[in-house]
């Protein structure tokens, strides 16, 4: 990997972290060897930003639906969570 994908990597992971901007990365303009990699953090961008979303939206008190796909291994530990407490508040 080149300097210049790693620094593109490391701000889009930067982004993924901090930023509410949602933008997919553009792979083509990395270096083939680090494709793969940006792929991953797109997938990676789009599991945080759908967990961002669920949590924000029962912050606000919203009644939250459970997501319609599976996909999205942090998420589902996340509904797992709301899940049981709100099982624990009933009882």
């Known amino acids: 990997m080149n300097n210049k994908d790693a620094e593109i990597l490391l701000n889009f992971l930067k982004d993924i972290m901090y930023s509410r901007r949602y933008q997919n990365l553009n792979v ?33 008190g919203k009644e939250v639906s459970k997501p319609e796909t599976d996909d999205n291994p942090l998420l ?16």
């Open 28 to 60: 083509t303009i990395l270096e083939p060897s680090s494709q793969d990699l940006g792929e991953g953090l797109n997938t990676l961008s789009k599991y945080v930003r759908e967990c961002k979303k669920y949590i924000d939206d029962i912050c606000d």
């Open 76 to 91: 589902s530990h996340i509904v797992r969570l709301t899940d049981k407490l709100k099982e624990d508040n009933n009882t």
